[in-house]
Nanobody, 125 residues
């Protein structure tokens, strides 16, 4: 089984930065692609960023491209989402997700089998 625990959310002013972390337990981490999704009130959950099992390939939603950076540390079983130049529209609950073992490529839609509990990010204007 895989457990994902997010941390690093909080309240920040527009233009500020936050770094989210997702610590994973279980053997799947090094052989799975990982992703971050977010869900704002009244909206559907949306893909934010994803990273391949090796960390060598990343994919970003157009809305965060150039502002967010996703990285993966297999030794620490942790993925990091560095969020810069935050905007009020980035306000949402952010969820870390992992694909099943062996699914090494990023998916921007479905295909994630394990989810964290979410961490709130609030950007004030």
């Amino acid at each position: 089984q895989v457990q994902l625990v997010e941390s690093g959310g909080g309240l920040v002013q527009a233009g500020g930065s936050l770094r989210l972390s997702c610590a994973a337990s279980g053997r799947t981490f090094s052989s799975s692609a990982m992703g971050w999704f977010r869900q704002a009130p009244g909206k559907e959950r949306e893909f934010v960023a994803g990273i391949s099992w090796s960390g060598g390939s990343t994919v970003y939603a157009d809305s965060v491209k150039g502002r967010f950076t996703l990285s993966k540390d297999n030794a620490k079983n942790t993925v990091y989402l560095q969020m810069n130049s935050l905007k009020p529209e980035d306000t949402a609950v952010y969820y870390c997700a992992a694909r099943a073992p062996g699914r090494i490529h990023v998916s921007t839609s479905g295909g994630y089998d394990f989810w964290g509990q979410g961490t709130q990010v609030t950007v004030s204007s």
